[in-house]
């Protein structure tokens, strides 16, 4: 079972995805200019910035800011030159983390990531150390008390997706990134708005963490979503949701 659609639904019950929706609109601009700098404006040329295009959508960010982005990506409007780069960690009992950033000074942004694990238990890794773990997919949460199991399945999996997991008090839901956008528009379609919904790195196998290594992962977690260069964080932690929310208290 994932932690990690416990840790999102919990986070969003709470109200700290509202509260962190101007952090989350900036994570996708970031990737929106990125995208339509390496691969051109044009959606349907770019399959790249499509899938960005999607989550953007699902996060009912505003078309215009959408555009502006992609604008700015190609060129069109001027605006701040941000450098990819992907950090391997571990972090408290041996969990491990993939932490994708874009940023516009990568000596500072890895330095401020070494003393952000390294207080919080963790430390980084070296390249590969523990990318192979991950697969990288389409992952979205849904609350079950927000969708009926047989028409979210036959939604999602016309759509494309995989499959469709039950993990305690959510679905996940599982495609390819090329996937992703349709299904997506599959979840919107039933009037559903997910707890998460991006393409990420899905880990093959989880750490159970318990007490302290927990809190501490937790209390990284929320430090990690809080630097303004981290645009999205891998793990393979599954943390019970008593301990999530005992330790987000």
């Known amino acids: 079972m994932s932690g990690h659609s416990k840790w999102h639904s919990i986070k969003h019950k709470k109200g700290a995805a509202d509260a962190k929706r101007g952090k989350i609109f900036t994570r996708l601009i970031k ?116 969708a009926d199991e047989e028409k979210l399945m036959a939604a999602v999996l016309d759509a494309g997706a995989d499959d469709l997991q039950d993990d305690e008090d959510n679905w996940e839901v599982f495609s390819t990134p090329d996937a992703f956008p349709a299904v997506s528009e599959a979840v919107k379609a039933l009037g559903i708005e997910p707890a998460t919904a991006k393409v990420q790195m899905i880990p093959q196998n989880y750490v159970k963490l318990e007490g302290k290594p927990a809190q501490q992962m937790v209390k990284l977690m929320e430090a990690l979503d809080d630097h303004d260069d981290v645009q999205n964080v891998s793990s393979n932690f599954d943390i019970s949701e008593k301990e999530i929310e005992a330790s987000l208290a």
Do not use: C
């Open 31 to 146: 990737e929106l200019t990125v995208a339509a700098r390496a691969g051109g404006g044009d959606p349907d040329m770019n399959p790249r910035l499509r899938t960005i295009i999607a989550e953007a959508k699902s996060q009912n960010m505003p078309a215009e800011n959408i555009k502006r982005a992609v604008r700015r990506g190609t060129g069109e409007e001027p605006g701040v030159a941000y450098e990819e780069a992907q950090y391997e960690a571990y972090g408290p009992g041996g969990a491990a983390l993939i932490i994708d950033v874009l940023t516009d000074n990568k000596n500072r942004t890895v330095g401020e990531l070494r003393h952000t694990l390294e207080k919080h238990g963790g430390n980084l890794a070296s390249t590969n150390a523990v990318a192979w773990m991950f697969h990288k997919k389409g992952y979205i949460v849904v609350e079950k008390t927000k």
